[in-house]
């Protein structure tokens, strides 16, 4: 992931200097993966995995997660566990036969689930059609971890039409 963004970066500083907008237009909507990735914000390229914001609580890390990476579900790493929250929760309930926790961490619903179980889940999940994202624990900010997008999975179709 660092070094797909010092190349993108790179070949973006080399367009600035051509101020040729159309061109690094071209290149996201060629590459629409890229927007999975990265944003655009005072001119620079930020990745969208690991926010510079140090939240004040859980549910905000988890608010901001959404925001950013709509129509995926996330799974949080929360020590030995992964958790998942809201509308995320619901799903994997149904996909899992897990308890629903009400209210958990400030958030209206959730489910968790020990770590050793992540591949299988994401594997089924994947495969009935879902987006997921595994978000890790990264270094302690005052309270809270900061939190990062370490893996994105999601069907995708190659040329032939088949999915990947």
Same mark, same amino acid.
């Given at each position: 992931m660092i070094h797909l963004r010092q190349v993108l970066a790179s070949y973006l500083g080399h367009f600035? #200097?051509?101020?040729? #907008?159309?061109?690094? +237009?071209?290149?996201?909507?060629?590459?629409?993966?890229? +927007?999975?990735?990265?944003y655009f914000r005072k001119g620079k390229l930020k990745l969208k995995s690991a926010p510079e914001t140090v939240f004040p609580c859980m549910r905000e890390q988890v608010w901001f997660f959404w925001r950013h990476y709509?129509?995926?579900?996330?799974?949080?790493?929360?020590g030995r566990y992964i958790e998942l929250y809201g509308g995320d929760a619901k799903i994997l309930r149904g996909q899992a036969n897990l308890k629903l926790r009400k209210y958990r961490r400030g958030?209206?619903?959730?489910?968790?689930?020990?770590?050793?179980?992540?591949?299988?889940?994401?594997k089924n999940l994947l495969l009935k059609g879902y987006k997921t994202a595994l978000v890790m624990e990264g270094k302690t900010g005052d309270r809270v971890k900061r939190r990062y997008v370490s893996e994105l999975t999601m069907m995708v179709k190659a040329k032939g039409g088949e999915c990947k």
């Open positions: 600035k #200097h051509a101020d040729s #907008h159309r061109l690094i +237009r071209g290149v996201f909507i060629k590459n629409p993966w890229l +927007r999975q990735l990265f709509p129509g995926f579900i996330l799974l949080f790493k929360v958030l209206r619903y959730g489910i968790g689930f020990p770590l050793r179980m992540t591949k299988g889940m994401r």
